[in-house]
């Protein structure tokens, strides 16, 4: 099937450059890009949600920062 497709002139000459090193065709690049994307897609199982468990508690202590790892680690290790 004949189609038009409007793509970045970067890519499109990459493409080219890639085809003409590897002995092929523009369309086969192309066909095996789109093939590739699609079967990633649908091989993509669906996930489970997750539902995390929360307390009721009365937030971070005093001069906990949760954003320093290193420190936390400090204070775990007391």
């Not at 199982?45 to 005093?62: D, W």
């Not at 949760?66 to 680690?73: A, C, G, W």
Request: charged share 30%.
């Amino acid at each position: 099937m004949r189609t038009t497709i409007r793509l970045d002139d970067q890519l499109l000459e990459k493409a080219k450059q890639y085809a003409l090193a590897h002995g092929t065709t523009f369309t086969a690049i192309v066909e095996d890009a789109l093939r590739e994307k699609l079967m990633c897609r649908t091989a993509v199982k669906k996930q489970a949600k997750i539902r995390l468990k929360t307390v009721k508690g009365k937030g971070v202590n005093p001069g906990i920062d949760l954003d320093d790892s290193s420190s936390l680690l400090d204070i775990m290790d007391n």
